[in-house]
């Protein structure tokens, strides 16, 4: 039995707003940045809050919310897994990143 685990859960507002390509087949790939905020206290013993941004990618499929509903502002929560990539540059330097490959999102009810 497999006993590793990859997930990753997210609150947080959209940056901007997505970029949502078609592939073939009509199904669609969003990408968007999402802020997620934490306050802590400092050495000093003030409040500080720090934002994380973090690249959300997801694909269409049954049961994925309506992707026209994701715009900058929006507050949102996902559960998705995280992925690192290799690529190239144009200058031809390996060039390493992360995203966060969502199968679940979802605008949380309001408080």
């Given at each position: 039995m497999e006993?590793?685990?990859n997930r990753v859960?997210?609150?947080?507002?959209?940056?901007?707003?997505?970029?949502v390509t078609e592939l073939e087949g009509g199904?669609?790939?969003i990408r968007f940045s999402l802020a997620t905020h934490e306050v802590f206290k400092g050495k000093d013993g003030q409040?500080?809050?720090?934002t994380m941004w973090?690249?959300?990618a997801a694909w269409s499929s049954k049961g994925m919310m309506d992707f026209s509903k994701v715009r900058k502002g929006v507050f949102l929560e996902l559960v998705?897994?995280?992925r690192y990539f290799k690529y190239v540059s144009k200058s031809g330097e390996d060039k390493y990143s992360s995203e966060i490959v969502a199968y679940k999102m979802s605008l949380?009810?309001?408080d």
């Open positions: 006993r590793t685990l859960e997210l609150r947080g507002n959209v940056g901007a707003d997505p970029k199904v669609k790939v409040f500080k809050e720090e973090h690249s959300i998705g897994r995280l949380p009810d309001p």
